[in-house]
């Protein structure tokens, strides 16, 4: 193996290398490539999101143990709970196993909108606790009310002061006759002064859009209590804000919400017993650099949130608050990923096959110094010779820019100083010197993939962050080309540029040849929905991997890519006007007979069965679709 691609950084062992190919560390181990030859050989084509539930279920256990062990390594009194926040991933299939794998947890679900409660009320086992957050209007509230006296475990937590008094008001609605009134648990999200750091810092500190004021947060008591809801007040929320890459921000926000906490119940909140620290637990993306993304371990998460618990209730003698997470990117993150097929290397051509020398002693002096300087590089004389090419490159272009050389010269001369420097970076590869890497970014080879970076990767498009990519197969062979990934759409930033401090090498394949097949993993948090339908590419189809008690797996619920009349109708478009237009301009046309219209049809409503990605494209001469 020569590059494992970052996979003992960012891999959790979710993922290891087999001889030549990317396997799930799972059950009998199948390769990433198995799993998408045995899909693609039922028809789909193009980009696959395969879901491992398994790997769901790791991350929810490792969250409850590492809390558990934490709890009683401390000898802590107060009892652990997570929801899973719905923003995240609310895709039916990532929900129905996310509950499936977490049953015996009561692991519950966050709501942020109208829809996501809806989601939440009908598939939060019963129980199991469900928390809303976000701005809620009475209808939302209302709904909460009806979740509560459904026997849903709910909590409203209120993210200002006209929440609450809509509260009372739904109270007065849903109970105000009742001989046993029945209410949501109300939360109050607190705005911290302490905030995150990183790209996502925004949603913490005292500028967030979310939280009471220390001076809102005694309104909000002095209104529970005059309403005589002060019994329904049970927890304090914050949340930090997302991919918390260092650990110092949480401990601040910890102990304003935790005196927050004590104090209110020293002042009379009876009820209230529980400490929501929102989300936040980062995941490490980063392929080169150990700890890039995250400087703590969960092991540190857990014990600090219980430490920091812990002692403000000594200090402040009450009892020791329920812990709730709403971790999300931590949960969902490593069970996706993606797999698409390479469509295209764009400089294919820089190939010593592709070489146009006339005979010898025919082409100019430089070109044939040059051919003689890529047949003889070697180690010793590699810098050596790599310098002399580029300076040879610059006499030749200025030669062609005056006339005195054809432009077959100048395609000699690209190639050959292509495969030079190519040819040198290995030689010198254990040398390495910021003059290689800048060499890399000069033959940098684009590769053409069939997937849209703005709906399969949209944090990438938007934030800039990174998802670890490799080769899903031939991992025996030397990647050797520094690489940039362009995706399908026509926009030209759909583009993952070449890196040179984070370089992405792969392999020099002949797509026409062979399949290339490469993996972006950890998209399985926040990228899905967020994904747009930038020239309509739509989500990809996408598959569930089981493994049973054997360790074997099966494939279940496929869902296709949506066609495109189907996209069209997403739009609002009338489809079927749209149908009749196409229909009728075959069948009016008068450039072609009756048998070819018939024709013509056909081939037609094939096509509209299908979905946005490409199937095959032109260069490519076999017709093995993509
Ligand atoms: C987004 C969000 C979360 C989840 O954050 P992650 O960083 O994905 O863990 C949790 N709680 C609230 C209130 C949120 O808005």
């Not at 820089?350 to 020398?357: G, I, K, Q, T």
């Not at 962050?465 to 995706?487: C, E, G, N, Y």
């Not at 007979?593 to 509209?608: F, S, V």
């Not at 299908?610 to 494209?617: C, F, Q, R, V």
Request: glycine residues 8%; negative net charge.
């Amino acid at each position: 193996m020569h590059d494992d691609y970052g996979l003992s950084i960012w891999g959790e062992e979710n993922f290891t290398i087999r001889g030549d190919t990317v396997n799930v560390r799972y059950g009998k181990e199948p390769s990433l490539l198995e799993i998408t030859r045995a899909i693609r050989e039922q028809g789909y084509r193009g980009p696959l999101l395969l879901r491992f539930p398994h790997i769901l279920r790791k991350q929810i256990d490792t969250l409850y143990d590492t809390f558990a062990q934490a709890r009683k390594d401390f000898g802590y009194k107060g009892s652990f709970h997570a929801v899973f926040p719905l923003k995240v991933n609310q895709f039916p299939n990532f929900v129905h196993h996310l509950i499936e794998v977490s049953r015996e947890r009561r692991y519950g679900l966050e709501a942020g909108s109208k829809a996501e409660l809806i989601i939440a009320m009908a598939k939060t086992p019963m129980g199991a606790p469900i928390t809303v957050n976000g701005f809620k209007d009475r209808e939302m509230i209302a709904l909460a009310f009806i979740a509560a006296k459904s026997g849903h475990n709910i909590t409203l937590t209120i993210e200002g002061i006209n929440e609450l008094e809509t509260i009372v008001e739904v109270n007065r609605e849903f109970n105000a006759s009742r001989p046993d009134p029945v209410t949501p648990r109300i939360g109050m999200r607190i705005r911290l002064h302490s905030s995150g750091i990183g790209i996502w810092a925004k949603s913490g500190g005292f500028g967030s859009k979310f939280g009471l004021t220390s001076t809102e947060v005694l309104e909000a008591y002095e209104i529970l209590r005059r309403e005589n809801l002060l019994d329904a007040l049970g927890m304090i929320h914050f949340h930090i804000g997302s991919q918390m890459g260092e650990i110092g921000p949480l401990k601040k926000a910890l102990r304003e919400a935790g005196n927050i906490y004590a104090e209110l119940k020293r002042r009379g909140a009876e009820g209230l017993n529980a400490i929501n620290i929102g989300g936040g637990l980062a995941v490490e993306y980063s392929q080169h650099r150990p700890n890039g993304n995250r400087n703590y371990s969960i092991k540190e998460f857990a014990n600090d949130v219980v430490f920091a618990m812990q002692e403000i209730a000594r200090q402040k003698e009450v009892d020791e608050p329920d812990i709730y997470t709403e971790s999300g990117r931590f949960i969902a993150a490593p069970h996706a990923v993606l797999v698409a097929p390479v469509l295209e290397l764009f400089s294919q051509e820089y190939h010593e096959r592709s070489l146009r020398l006339k005979e010898r002693g025919k082409n100019p002096p430089l070109v044939e110094e040059l051919h003689d300087l890529y047949r003889a590089i070697r180690r010793t004389n590699a810098r050596e010779y790599l310098h002399d090419a580029l300076d040879h490159m610059e006499s030749l272009l200025t030669l062609f820019d005056l006339g005195y050389i054809d432009l077959e010269d100048r395609s000699n001369t690209e190639i050959l100083v292509n495969l030079i420097v190519k040819k040198a970076i290995r030689l010198l590869e254990n040398e390495d010197t910021g003059e290689l890497k800048r060499l890399q970014d000069r033959i940098q080879e684009k590769y053409l993939v069939n997937f849209s970076i703005f709906q399969s990767l949209p944090d990438f498009w938007g934030l800039g962050q990174h998802f670890p990519v490799m080769p899903i197969h031939r991992l025996k062979r030397r990647p050797t080309r520094p690489a940039s990934i362009w995706d399908i759409t026509c926009d030209s930033d759909g583009e993952i540029p070449f890196d040179p401090d984070a370089p992405l090498l792969l392999h020099d394949v002949d797509v026409e040849e062979e399949e290339y097949f490469l993996g972006f993993f950890l998209t399985g948090a926040y990228q899905e929905v967020l994904g747009m339908r930038h020239n309509l590419f739509t989500h990809p189809t996408e598959a569930v991997v089981v493994f049973d008690e054997e360790g074997d797996y099966t494939i279940e619920g496929i869902i296709e890519a949506q066609n495109l009349m189907d996209v069209l109708e997403d739009l609002e478009y009338d489809t079927g006007l749209v149908d009749k237009a196409l229909k009728n301009n075959i069948e009016d046309s008068p450039l072609i007979d009756e048998a070819e219209k018939q024709e013509l049809l056909g081939k037609l409503y094939l096509y509209l069965s299908e979905n946005s990605y490409l199937k095959t494209i032109q260069s490519l001469t076999r017709s093995e679709p993509a």
